[in-house]
């Protein structure tokens, strides 16, 4: 399973083993650009008094990653694992890789920052990959379209946030090469739905450039 990915494409297993767990502690404490000025939950919450779309997890399953979640747990009441609760999410994470796991939030009214987990500061970009691997650059997850009003927009992206989220995903890519076997295909199946549309995948690139 593509970790911020909401459309379930299940893992054929390829890739070679990863170089080990990643360093959540300065991976939480560096990655801490937000994707707009300003609280974007303005655009997409339900009346005043509801959340912002990918915090409803009514709305957006939260998916982790184990490492992560046994990191988490001892420093973060925010969200926590959890068992998916109806048989078409059970059937759903039965699909996904073992790097990742169910979670939930648990105070989505009053998120602990900095232990908000690297699902939620990703969303909601993801990474595109040539046929070969390597990144072309960071993308909408379009997926997810209906839910985020970002996704497809003219609205500005921040390049801070381009940027620490590239970086990020060099490091996971690195890591977890069913990821990136994921990505590949992901981005394959994209391409090819938009040039039946004729439509352009929108991408961004980290100011550095740098391609992984
Ligand atoms: S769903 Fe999109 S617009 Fe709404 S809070 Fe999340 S990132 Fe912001
Ligand atoms: S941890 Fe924070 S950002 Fe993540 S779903 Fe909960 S409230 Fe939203």
Redo the contacts with the bound molecule.
């Keep these: 399973m593509c970790i911020v990915k909401t459309c379930g494409i299940p893992l054929d297993g390829s890739g070679a083993p990863g170089k080990g767990p990643l360093d959540w502690e300065r991976l939480y404490a560096e990655f801490t650009a937000n994707?707009?000025d300003g609280d974007?939950?303005t655009?997409?919450r339900r009346g005043p008094d509801g959340l912002?779309?990918?915090?409803d997890g009514a709305r957006l399953t939260l998916i982790v990653f184990r490492d992560e979640l046994a990191w988490a747990r001892q420093r973060t009441r925010g969200w926590r694992g959890g068992r998916p609760r109806t048989p078409a999410e059970r059937k759903g994470v039965a699909a996904w890789a073992d790097h990742v796991a169910w979670a939930r939030c648990l105070r989505p009214r009053q998120c602990d920052r900095p232990y908000r987990s690297l699902t939620c500061r990703l969303?909601?970009l993801e990474p595109h990959l040539d046929a070969a691997g390597g990144f072309l650059g960071l993308t909408y997850v379009y997926e997810a379209a209906r839910?985020?009003?970002?996704?497809g927009r003219q609205l500005s992206v921040r390049q801070a946030f381009v940027d620490q989220s590239a970086a990020v995903w060099r490091q996971i890519l690195a890591t977890y090469p069913e990821e990136r076997a994921c990505y590949v295909r992901a981005s394959r199946q994209l391409r090819s739905r938009f040039a039946r549309h004729g439509r352009a995948i929108r991408l961004w690139r980290s100011t550095d450039g740098f391609v992984f």
Excluded at 52 to 55: L, P, R, S, V
């Design positions: 994707v707009t974007c939950a655009l997409c912002g779309a990918c915090c969303f909601p839910l985020c009003p970002l996704i």
